[in-house]
Nanobody
Framework: QVQLVESGGGLVQAGGSLRLSCAAS????????MGWFRQAPGKEREFVAV????????VNADAVKGRFTISRDNAKNTLYLQMNSLKPEDTAVFYC????????????????WGQGTQVTVSS
């Protein structure tokens, strides 16, 4: 069992930046593929970015390429999402998630989830 706790969300103006963190506990963090997903009101949860266990492989959604950077620090058991050039359409609850073995962008493949952190971007 992996416990995940997100932090770092908030209200920011368009063009601004935020850095989300996801602290993991309970199992060996470096054994898990990690991902960031988001869900806007009335919409399905969607993939933002995922990262391999070692951090050497990253996949980003087209909507965030060039603006968001996913990273991890296995020594600190923490996942990050640096978000720059934020847009109002980025407004959503952001979740971190974990799974063993293979890298997937489908949120339904992930087994462990945090409670989410709200990101609101004003125009």
């Amino acid at each position: 069992q992996v416990q995940l706790v997100e932090s770092g969300g908030g209200l920011v103006q368009a063009g601004g930046s935020l850095r989300l963190s996801c602290a993991a506990s309970g199992r060996t963090f470096s054994d898990y593929v990690m991902g960031w997903f988001r869900q806007a009101p009335g919409k399905e949860r969607e993939f933002v970015a995922v990262i391999s266990t070692s951090g050497t492989r990253v996949v980003n959604a087209d909507a965030v390429k060039g603006r968001f950077t996913i990273s991890r620090d296995n020594a600190k058991n923490t996942l990050y999402l640096q978000m720059n050039s934020l847009k109002p359409e980025d407004t959503a609850v952001f979740y971190c998630a974990a799974r063993r073995l293979n890298l997937y962008t489908d949120y339904r493949k992930y087994d462990y989830w945090g409670q989410g952190t709200q990101v609101t971007v004003s125009s």
